[in-house]
Every structure is written in structure tokens, then in C-alpha cells.
């Protein structure tokens, strides 16, 4: 899994809750929330699988 993937993902989510709902999302969660997506059970099992 490619690091520069995942930031990106993470940052367009945060951009999309936040102009499209309001929501301001942490940084952290996001990263979560895109792990999850791609199969990992955290953000530190992608940094671990590079």
C-alpha cells in the first residue's frame, strides 16, 4: 500500500464531510476510516505492511 494513497484518501475525505455536511473530521479518524476501507484493521498495520 502506497503511504502518498492513503494521505490522499484521507484528505479528501476530511474535505468532503466539511464542505459537504459540516463536519470537521480528525485527522486520525480519517486515517482509520481509510484503512478500514482498504482491508486493514488500523492505520499502523498499513505503516507496518510498507
Known amino acids: ?3 502518498e494513497i492513503t494521505k490522499a484518501c ?3 475525505l476530511r474535505a468532503f464531510t466539511q464542505n459537504n455536511y459540516g463536519i470537521q473530521l480528525k485527522s486520525s479518524h ?3 476510516l481509510v484503512a478500514a476501507y482498504f482491508g486493514y484493521s488500523s492505520n499502523a498495520t498499513i505503516l507496518l505492511s510498507l
Do not use: C, Q, W
Open 1 to 3: 500500500m502506497n503511504l
Open 10 to 12: 484521507a484528505d479528501s
Open 30 to 32: 480519517t486515517h482509520e
